[in-house]
């Protein structure tokens, strides 16, 4: 509660600096108060500056252009004040009096001048400069975003940061590129500030000589010394305040970000070169001896910067010599050192290897994309699965062949493939009748016969009909069927825990009645990858957890509760297999063959299994592959249907002999699909 009264009343005392400045351009104050508040105005003045020079982040001063709209009202509200003042009492108090007879010694000429004089600094020096900076700084901001934003994924896809550093990474871009791009605004308001100035100056001077003369009686010259001495004590008064806001703008625009003090890192740079000092020193030196300079001076100089440039030489080869005797330390100490085994027991999820001729695929410096197609890869699995795919190290391996690769799941070996550099895979569809010559290869993620060509023979190849893809092309779509075969493998409880507290935003009531009271975290990973592993999505997980909500109370049985989700995802599942309002061909399983296997099912506490003869298994693993061979003849995808209770347990009888076969229920396909068997499975009387 008192944090929050504090950050109230810092609210309101910037809405009371708001307002007040509103307030000062309507009421009169008096004199008394008008030296507290250029005080202050000049207080703040400097406080902004010595921030811009001290700060290291650029977003220290995140609020910088609003901070500047603010500083420039209240300080024209203090200038209007200051101008009735002046033209209605001739008393705007001890400062602007002050400013008026002190800087210009009481005359009026000279102070004139060094008014005019501010004035040019601040308008056609810093603020023009500062300007044309900000304007540029906001533009190459912008142009360099999406090269950053690119680093930034192929950073987080080598694992070289993790997704809550990406996302900072990323806030911090956003927030640069936009505190640039309102600077490049704000700058404009220290440019009116400085007209405004000049007019208000000219309005006191002018006005003030018209009411000396008629209202005070005094004499034109009389007028003019005693309003002059005044308007350019004002100016001035308003012009320093206004000189440090626009000089704290030109140093944060040119700044940039530094983590080290800025005015550490300034000395070190104008000073730091030994060659430079004792060069500059001669020359000095050389001035005051040969020349009628005063010799004291310019050769005192000239020696204090040989002197200079002297020890920095030394301390710069001390420092080397510390820091040589420091890397044999530090060398000789990781020798002794006992081996830190800790980070070799880290097993990445998803590995991509490469041998040393397939570097420049995946270096962005040399035009390659195949750290983009990574990204694309997560991005499609997310959405055609509903889960997210770890990050996927990428790493070269000199022990492989130069155009190798390999594909790891989990620290194993799961794939691989070869590539030619600077060739194209050429794959015919089937209908292409005219060959064309190239090396002989296989597509490595569906094994299918292919030919290498070289760029000179692509455009002839696509003409003919074929398919041609190139090396980054056949690696990212390798990468990705791993990924879909293994992706159930990939999900952890830690994925699922994230997933739930996503829906829990949503739909709270339902999560709360189905964990824990149900199912634990473990059992609904199991459903999760029960579906994953036949490439069922699980992006509606709202669907997924209200049928499980619905069943859960009478088995915990995972394998079941998968089955009752399927049914509940009978739309996607029959939209992915069947087109509507379409005959698709399909193969069935005798009736006979579904008593058998249900005959054959035992239950125990762990699950249920079957318990058919091995001389069985092999007479229906031979019907069914009779039939498959049917469909792949005709180039077709074998589908198997068959009753709901059935389905689980013949796609795991075939899960050893054919992994990739679609099994779906009668209940998983939507009323408008027509089915046409053509094929079945069936078992001898035997």
Known sequence: MLQKLNVNGMDFGVVFYMLAAVVFFIVPIPSILLDILLAFNIGVALVIMLNTIFMKEILDMAFFPTLLLFTTIFRISLNVS???????????????????QFVGGGNIIIGGIVFVILLIIQFMVINKGSERVAEVSARFSLDAMPGKQMAIDADLNTGAINDEQAAARRKKLQDESSFFGNMDGATKYVKGDAIAGLIITLINLVGGIMMGMTQGGMAANDAFQQYGILTIGDGITSQIPSLLISLSTGILVTKGSNE?????????????????????GSVLTFLGIFTPLNLVIFGGLGIALIITG?????????EATEEAVETEETEAEEVRRPENVVSLLQVDPIELEFGYGIIPLADVNQGGDLLDRVVMIRRQIALELGTVVPIIRLRDNIQLNPNQYIIKIKGIQVAEGEILFDHYMAMNPGYVEEEITGIPTFEPSFHLPAIWITESQRERAESLGYTVVDPPSIIATHLTEVIRTHIDELLTRQDVQNLVENLKKSNPVLVDELIPKLLGLGEIEKVLQNLLKEGISIRDLL????VLADHASTTRDTDVLTEYVRQGLKRAISSKYFPA??????????????QEIMGSVKQTEQGAYLTLDPEKVRAIMDSLGVEIKKFEDQGLAPIVVCSPIVRMYFKNLTEDYYSDLIVVSFNEVEPNVELRSVGMVTINDN
């Open 581 to 594: 309002n379409e005959t698709s061909d399909v193969i069935t399983l005798d009736p006979r063959l579904e």
């Open 260 to 280: 080290n003090d800025f005015g550490e890192t300034l000395v070190k740079q104008l000073f730091g070169n030994s060659q430079v000092l004792l060069l500059a």
């Open 543 to 546: 669907s997924i957890f209200e």
């Open 310 to 318: 002297y020890n920095i030489q030394k301390n710069i080869e001390q």
């Open 82 to 100: 200051s101008t009735r003042l002046i033209l209605t009492t001739g008393n705007p108090g001890n400062v602007v009096v002050t400013f008026g």
